[in-house]
T-cell receptor, first 116, second 111 residues
């Protein structure tokens, strides 16, 4: 069975600094996908970044990058140049196979607070 | 990526009543997913809805409590039946895709 672990319930970062949110996963599948979502207080889920298990390069999307270490089964999210609007809950999730018609399993989330 | 319109955005309901949540997608999709997020918790999948067939429910969720309709490839509803305060949660629909688009969520409070 899949499992996603986020060990940081809360994190603080100063504006303009970089922050790393941790995510480890456990799966017996060879093919899987890893996702990060942002959830503001409004409750919507905003897709940030995706990493496939066979992708050799770390994914990047603007200020977001995913530090993928397959041997360690970790998929940490790095946010560069933090902004006040980055304050939100962040969830790591995994899809069990490359096929798109598969459910996502979510971690418990990390609440990020960006300070002045 | 797909755009999902989810309604209502929030509601306060009396215990024992039912609420139907709707999700309309701007493109045809095969699979739709319904999640529940209890206060302060992560997202838990309720069921997967495939057009033209019965929804597939996850362990701990039953059709009598959470009936799902999927009449076509762009629309689905989730009903929360015979509600109790424990059903107070955010309910979200989602569609397949590389980024898995989510609806804006329905914040339900049962009093």
């Amino acid at each position: 069975a899949q499992k996603i672990t986020q060990t940081q319930p809360g994190m603080f970062v100063q504006e303009k600094e970089a922050v790393t949110l941790d995510c480890t996963y456990d799966t017996s599948d060879q093919s899987y996908g890893l996702f990060w979502y942002k959830q503001p207080s409004s409750g919507e889920m905003i897709f940030l970044i995706y990493q496939g298990s066979y992708d050799e390069q770390n994914a990047t999307e603007g200020r977001y990058s995913l530090n993928f270490q397959k041997a360690r089964k970790s998929a940490n999210l790095v946010i560069s140049a933090s902004q006040l609007g980055d304050s939100a809950m962040y969830f790591c999730a995994m899809r069990e196979a490359y096929a798109t018609a598969s459910k996502l399993t979510f971690g418990t989330g990390t609440r990020l607070q960006v300070t002045l | 990526s797909a755009v999902i319109s989810q309604k209502p955005s929030r509601d306060i309901c009396q215990r024992g009543t039912s609420l139907t949540i709707q999700c309309q997608v701007d493109s045809q999709v095969t699979m739709m997913f319904w999640y529940r997020q209890q206060p302060g918790q992560s997202l838990t999948l309720i069921a997967t809805a495939n057009q033209g067939s019965e929804a597939t429910y996850e362990s701990g969720f039953v059709i009598d409590k959470f009936p799902i309709s999927r009449p076509n490839l762009t629309f689905s509803t989730l009903t929360v039946s015979n509600m109790s305060p424990e059903d107070s949660s955010i309910y979200l629909c989602s569609v397949e895709g590389e980024g898995y688009t989510f609806g804006s969520g329905t914040r339900l409070t049962v009093v």
